[in-house]
Nanobody, 128 residues
């Protein structure tokens, strides 16, 4: 079992920056690839970014490339999502997730169903 707890959400103006964190506990954190998803009101949950167990490979949805950066610190059992140049359309609940699978081999459609563990989410609101 892996427990994931997100933090760092809040209200930020468009063009601003925010970093959300996800602290993991339970089984060996470094055994898992990690990902961030988001869900805006009235929309389906979507993949935002992913990182391999070692941190050597990262993956992003096109809409956040160049603006968001995912990273992890396995010594602290924590994964981060640094969000810059935020837009109103980035407003959503951001969820952390863990999988034993290889995110790099998964299709976008499969990613949500491939996650083994989920956090409860943290709300990010971007005001325009």
């Amino acid at each position: 079992q892996v427990q994931l707890v997100e933090s760092g959400g809040g209200l930020v103006q468009a063009g601003g920056s925010l970093r959300v964190s996800c602290a993991g506990s339970g089984r060996t954190f470094s055994d898992y690839s990690m990902a961030w998803f988001r869900q805006a009101p009235g929309k389906e949950r979507e993949f935002v970014a992913g990182i391999s167990w070692s941190g050597g490979n990262t993956y992003y949805v096109d809409s956040v490339k160049g603006r968001f950066t995912i990273s992890r610190d396995n010594a602290k059992n924590t994964v981060y999502l640094q969000m810059n140049s935020l837009k109103a359309e980035d407003t959503a609940v951001y969820y952390c997730a863990a999988t034993r699978g290889n995110i790099g081999t998964m299709t976008m459609a499969a990613l949500t169903y491939a996650m083994d563990y989920w956090g409860k989410g943290t709300l990010v609101t971007v005001s325009s």
